[in-house]
């Protein structure tokens, strides 16, 4: 099921006065984005995240800055590094995942299939492995 968590290269235009990349629903990210939101000013050494979705599946990318995304399905783990502002990180649903090692000033964008749903949320990593 890790398997499935993959960087997307995102496009990337060259130009001397600054580059530039876009994503785009159903192309570049695998789902319809009805959401978006941002993390930033994130203190040192704090930890985002630290949940898994039952339905939602989602498009980490970091604009500025940098982080760690621990990715877990009860079995196995992998940590992806991100620091790139033309790779996302694709999460889908069901699957446990938390954000950690911000360095200073990072600033993530991340796009979401689902609007809001605190329904659609699994807090407790003890109730996520028995329902897997």
């Not at 159903?26 to 630290?50: A, C, L, M, S």
């Not at 990715?71 to 990180?89: P, T």
């Amino acid at each position: 099921m890790i398997e499935r968590v993959k960087i997307i290269n995102l496009p990337k235009i060259l130009d001397p006065r600054g580059n530039l990349s876009f994503l785009e629903s159903n192309n570049h990210v695998p789902f319809q984005i009805k959401r978006t939101y941002w993390i930033y000013d994130v203190p040192g050494g704090e930890i985002r995240g630290g949940h898994a979705f039952k339905e939602q599946q989602e498009l980490i990318v970091v604009l500025s800055g940098s982080l760690d995304v621990i990715i877990k399905d009860g079995n196995q783990e992998k940590k992806f590094s991100l620091n790139r502002s033309y790779y996302g990180l694709y999460v889908p649903n069901g699957l446990w995942r938390h954000m950690e090692n911000f360095s200073t000033n990072t600033l993530a964008v991340v796009v979401s299939s689902t609007t809001f749903n605190e329904n659609d949320y699994i807090r407790d990593f003890e109730e996520f492995k028995k329902n897997k």
